[in-house]
């Protein structure tokens, strides 16, 4: 008796399986940039209970649409259980968490920055000002290689799944070469690495792919120092700390925020809502005090332009901390030593403390301002710059890290050393995540075909691998041998048609998510590095950070089971 895929053979070869994904891409209407698309708006008149957290002041969790199902983009989700009632204090990032920048236009202001510092500080020839910018290209979670100069996607296994040189894509051929046939495995981690894990980051990536190909094709017009292509990421870095050292970004944003940052009519109530339930607020910000106060006065609706409503310090009275310049990841280590310094809010001026209490200056110049250690006088805005972790602690009475919430965008900076060195619980923003959901939905009935189209090929090549031993290792009579080389010849005809069917469908689901690195939390059918790192270090992850005004501030978030591949085979026995 020999194995039989006739009946296999037979509904792979129907005109069903043939040409499936023929018409892909017509199926979506999304966009080829999916991952790169603008956060999902909560501006305008729409009252519809999908756009907003509440109705006429009544919160959605609250009231009588309580069990109305949250719109996927607007949930949060729990990679590890969390009772919100075990929460004394949450603290908040400014940047990227609280205020969404406009990738269109404060990437490109970053872009164009960094051009201006290159050619007229670093010496780099000036046609780069010439330049254009495609603030959709780039994705979170890549890794820059400086020595080689190429842009890498890889899987949580550290497989590289794609792979650019400059703005050329390295076949799979390339990629072995280059990053799989080594003796050591490479850790994919500074020096030779920067991991592209900010949104910010985008924009210097994109221009050192640029910055590659300009290299390659035009050696002879580098400037002198810029020998390697690691040469060029330095650069890279030191003009946009230039255009962080002299102003240039935040003077524009704070000439005119609406222009860079997407406004947020639900960072109020949020805010109101965590209050009034009893937890202590806290902002930790790498951004110093005059820029910090323009960005949370236009987030509050005080843009203090001509004709807008003024700044004030109302803002302040949703924060029991707030910690300016904090230089994070720093903040977070053991034994940060960095002093803090108390802000003064009407002139920006600092003030020695000790641990948060103002230090009386010579001559007695400030004294009757200063509360002593042991006073009970509680200052209406308190607001610092520097200092540490240990500083925060005390200032908000925290007794263990466990009670602390923390909510970020940036995996490092935020998130992986507020969890590893303190034990806070976490939340991550991810705002591509909107954008991922709407396609993960439009593309439900082409996954599963995809899937499909798998175990037809697996089933295929299994019963290619049999038929094959059978005809090397077995004896058979004339009449057999030649059955079976039939068999083995249409199998393998087949096998080839579905594998082809199946990498074509791949291919133009990876182009829906993104058409150059394909889904953010995938890498073929593995989680890509960029979801390994959420799952490990964020308790909680969402959209958008006002997505907690749709949950009760005392919610217990349970994960979802853990499965590993055997406890997925069902039936099959």
């Given amino acids: 008796m020999f194995f039989s895929s006739s009946n296999l053979v037979k509904s792979l070869t129907s005109s069903t399986s043939q040409g499936k994904f023929r018409n892909l891409k017509s199926r979506s209407k999304w966009s080829l940039y999916a991952s790169r698309v603008e956060p999902y708006s909560t501006n ?44 004394d204090a949450i603290g908040f990032d400014m940047d990227y968490t609280l205020a969404q920048y406009k990738p269109e236009t404060f990437e490109s202001l970053a872009y164009v920055g960094t051009i201006q510092k290159l050619v007229h500080n670093l010496n780099y020839p000036s046609e780069l000002l010439q330049w254009k910018f495609d603030w959709r290209f780039m994705v979170r979670g890549l890794v820059l290689d400086k ?47 920067a991991l592209i894990d900010t949104l910010f980051s985008l924009a210097e990536a994109y221009l050192f792919m640029q910055l590659v ?6 050696p002879d017009k580098m400037p002198s120092g810029a020998y390697d ?22 003077q524009a944003v704070a ?14 109530p949020m805010l109101k809502m ?40 109302e803002w302040l009275s949703y924060f029991d901390v707030v910690v300016t310049g904090s230089a994070k990841p720093t903040f977070f280590m053991d034994g940060n030593r960095t002093p803090l310094f108390e802000v003064d809010i009407s002139t920006g001026m600092l003030q020695n403390t000790d641990s948060g209490v103002p230090m009386a200056q010579i001559g007695g110049v400030g004294l009757e301002g200063v509360v002593l250690p042991n006073a009970t006088v509680k200052k209406a805005h308190r607001v610092f710059q520097g200092g540490s972790v240990a500083h925060l602690h005390n200032l908000l009475s925290i007794e263990a890290s466990s009670q602390v919430l923390y909510v970020g965008d940036h995996i490092y900076g935020d998130i992986l050393r507020s969890k590893k060195e303190l034990g806070w619980r976490t939340m ?28 037809q090929r697996d089933d295929l090549e299994d019963s290619l691998l049999r038929l094959e031993w059978c005809l090397r290792h077995e004896n058979h009579t004339d009449e057999d041998q ?14 080839a048609i579905v594998r082809e069917q199946h990498r074509q469908g791949q291919r133009e689901c990876h182009h829906l998510f993104h058409k150059t690195w394909g889904q953010l939390m995938k890498t073929g059918y593995q989680n890509s590095r960029f979801s390994h790192q959420v799952e490990r270090f964020a308790c909680l992850y969402t959209s958008h950070v006002t997505n907690l005004c749709y949950y009760s501030p005392n919610k217990s978030y349970r994960t979802t089971e853990d499965f590993m591949p055997h406890e997925l085979q069902g039936d099959r026995r």
């Fill in 44 to 87: 305008g008149a729409d009252r519809s209970y999908e756009g907003v957290a509440a109705v006429d002041g009544e919160l959605l969790w609250s009231g009588r649409w309580w069990a109305r199902p949250i719109d996927a983009r607007k949930q949060i989700f729990c990679n590890r259980s969390l009772n919100m009632k075990s929460i």
């Fill in 274 to 313: 965590l209050k009034q339930s009893g937890r202590k607020l806290f902002l930790v910000t790498n951004s110093l005090w005059d820029y910090t106060h323009v960005v949370m006065n236009f987030l509050c609706g005080k843009c203090g332009t001509e004709g807008g409503v003024p700044r004030d310090d």
């Fill in 213 to 218: 190909d300009f290299k390659d094709a035009f």
């Fill in 255 to 268: 000439n005119d925020p609406s222009k860079y940052i997407n406004e947020d009519p639900l960072i109020i």
């Fill in 482 to 495: 030649q059955r079976l080389e039939q068999e083995v010849a249409h199998l393998r005809k087949e096998n």
């Fill in 147 to 193: 020595r080689r100069g190429c842009i890498l996607k890889m899987d949580r296994h550290k497989y590289v799944k794609v792979a650019y040189h400059g703005f050329r894509e390295l076949s799979r051929d390339d990629r072995q070469a280059m990053y799989g046939n080594t003796l050591s495995r490479e850790s994919y981690d500074e020096p030779d690495y």
């Fill in 428 to 455: 991550l923003v991810v705002p591509e995540l909107a954008a991922e959901l709407d396609v993960l939905h439009q593309t439900m009935t082409i996954r599963k075909e995809i899937s499909e189209l798998r175990t």
């Fill in 229 to 250: 292509y690691s040469q060029l990421y330095k650069d890279v870095r030191s003009a946009v700390d230039l255009c962080h050292r002299d102003g240039t970004l935040k």
